[in-house]
T-cell receptor, first 113, second 114 residues
């Protein structure tokens, strides 16, 4: 089954404690992205990757890091989480080209206290 | 001003009603327009996809794009309780893969009452 898998689904952590949210896709997609979803603000892109070792900032990259060492994986790293990073996070992937669909993971609900 | 504006609702309608969901946008360079449906505790899933201006129909769903007015709509005919979800409009520029950069509206929460 084609899917984007995020882990964990729920995470509560304390300010300053480094964490990683993993994302893996099994569709051999070139493009992968991270979004955060906040009430009233919709989905905003954090980082995206066009292929292995190619990443770029989205609209709200501050406080986040990413890496793309393998095509299937695109982890999101919060080196020093803060309460304003409490949000619902989604990973998405799509193949290259213009007429392509983005597939989203199930989401990771992060709470930073 | 946000690039994409969408009325957040919530919107409640009786079963069988025609639902109209709308977004306006400010950047005329957007060429691809999408509607995503997001059920509670799930990720968004693509519902409709339209390139440039015009209409597209898929079953009970019709997407309309009016680029001259920078306005897109999603119509749901004969709405069902299973249509209850948050509907997100999204758009992107040409020459960019969809997971590269989508710009989303804030979403409209729809409830269809039996």
């Amino acid at each position: 089954e084609a899917q984007v898998t995020q882990n964990p689904r729920y995470l509560i952590t304390v300010t300053g404690k480094k964490l990683t949210v993993t994302c893996s896709q099994n569709m051999n997609h070139e493009y992968m992205s991270w979004y955060r979803q906040d009430p009233g603000l919709g989905l905003r892109q954090i980082y995206y990757s066009m292929n292995v070792e190619v990443t770029d900032k989205g609209d709200v990259p501050e406080g986040y890091k990413v890496s793309r060492k393998e095509k299937r994986n695109f982890p999101l790293i919060l080196e020093s989480p803060s309460p304003n990073q409490t949000s619902l996070y989604f990973c998405a992937s799509s193949s290259a080209g213009v007429n392509t669909e983005a597939f989203f993971g199930q989401g990771t609900r992060l709470t930073v206290v | 001003q946000k690039e994409v504006e969408q009325d957040p609702g919530p919107l409640s309608v009786p079963e069988g009603a025609i639902v109209s969901l709308n977004c306006t946008y400010s950047n005329s360079a957007f060429q691809y327009f999408m509607w995503y449906r997001q059920y509670s505790r799930k990720g968004p899933e693509l519902l409709m996809y339209t390139y440039s201006s015009g209409n597209k129909e898929d079953g009970r769903f019709t997407a309309q794009v009016d680029k001259s007015s920078k306005y897109i709509s999603l119509f749901i005919r004969d709405s069902q309780p299973s249509d209850s979800a948050t509907y997100l409009c999204a758009m992107r520029f040409p020459h960019s893969g969809s997971a590269r950069q989508l710009t989303f509206g804030s979403g409209t929460q729809l409830t269809v009452l039996p």
